[in-house]
């Protein structure tokens, strides 16, 4: 049973991170603690990820670029072009070798964060709507549902959750990663299957 200092990485995060996202950082911390004691997940565990999910949101994207090819992680043309999308796997390396995270069910939450995968675990869940759902978001569509239905069926929250970032980045036209619509998909009919 590996321990953590929750104050201690919280102070350094907070070196880390502008006022804005590290406000946005408890929000989703406490957010998922809040969904870890819903569905009986471990409550420190789930706090780190909350905790750490964005640590590498703020570093200038020239410098996300080479940290990459530091911790050799792959770089697609997409990535490439808009380095900002890389803060989740970055993330993941970054909460290793930063913060001593050697838990692959905390670095996996930290990793899929943004585009969500089919299979999730329940932590992998509960830090995908916990991000989407913290209070300080304002702007998705469908909010109040969403948020409602994460402590009642996570895996409705998921699917809304997913469904919503898709159709809010084929409004954008941005880059879209084919994980969320393959994880849209998954859990699509894996709600159909339930259904049955
Ligand atoms: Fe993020
Ligand atoms: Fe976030």
Do not use: W
Not at 20 to 39: E, K, N
């Amino acid at each position: 049973m590996s321990s953590y200092n929750l104050v201690k990485m919280q102070n350094k995060l907070k070196k880390e991170l502008d006022d804005a996202r590290f406000i946005h950082t408890l929000g989703v911390m406490y957010t998922a603690a809040s969904l870890a004691m819903c569905y009986g997940e471990d409550l420190e565990r789930t706090s780190v990820a909350g905790l750490l999910h964005d640590c590498a949101k703020c570093i200038p994207n020239p410098q996300k670029l080479k940290l990459c090819e530091h911790y050799k992680l792959p770089v697609s043309d997409i990535e490439r072009k808009a380095p900002h999308l890389l803060h989740a796997k970055l993330g993941a390396s970054i909460a290793r070798d930063k913060y001593g995270v050697d838990d692959s069910d905390i670095l996996n939450a930290i990793r899929f964060h943004t585009t969500g995968r089919a299979g999730m675990s329940q932590m992998e869940k509960i830090i995908f709507v916990a991000d989407y759902i913290e209070p300080g978001r304002t702007k998705a569509p469908n909010l109040p549902q969403i948020r409602k239905t994460a402590f009642a069926d996570l895996d409705l929250a998921v699917y809304l959750t997913l469904r919503d970032t898709l159709i809010f980045l084929e409004e954008k036209k941005t880059n879209l990663d084919n994980q969320t619509i393959v994880a849209y998909n998954y859990y699509e009919e894996f709600l159909a299957e339930r259904e049955d």
